[in-house]
């Protein structure tokens, strides 16, 4: 991880308190679901979201794989991401904004996709452990 990126990570990862009730809830779920997100240095979302999604992997024990290095391709209209350096996957999950963070059960059944942000007045560890719950 680069500097100016890495310091936004581990100070986001230093500052926020997940919510210790939902943590204990998604670990009982972390052997059945596991997470992919999409993510770029330059995203101020992905700066915010991120550091996040390693505290709940980290704290709950679920599997979180990112992808990373999105870049955009301004120069060709008909393809949002440039490949390479964005990983080819971007289209296969048709990726459009970021992160994106899918949730999948553990057959790799997709079961809910967080788009940006939580919804409004949701933390990210609550909107998780939403669609896990519900799946």
């Not at 581990?10 to 308190?17: D, P, R």
């Not at 919510?19 to 700066?47: M, P, T």
């Not at 996040?52 to 990112?66: G, W």
Request: aromatic fraction near 12%; charge should be positive; include cysteine.
């Amino acid at each position: 991880m680069e500097s100016p990126y890495r310091e936004r990570f581990l100070k986001q990862m230093e500052t926020y308190h997940l919510k210790r009730e939902i943590v204990e809830r998604l670990k009982h779920y972390a052997k059945d679901f596991w997470i992919l997100a999409f993510s770029a240095k330059w995203c101020k979302d992905c700066a915010k979201n991120i550091p996040i999604l390693a505290l709940i992997a980290e704290l709950t024990q679920f599997q979180v794989r990112i992808l990373g290095r999105l870049k955009k391709d301004p120069f060709n209209p008909f393809q949002k991401w440039r490949i390479p350096p964005s990983p080819p996957e971007v289209e296969i999950f048709q990726v459009d904004k970021i992160p994106l963070i899918i949730i999948f059960d553990k057959n790799g059944r997709e079961k809910g996709r967080i788009v940006e942000n939580p919804r409004k007045g949701f933390s990210l560890e609550e909107e998780v452990l939403e669609i896990v719950s519900k799946a």
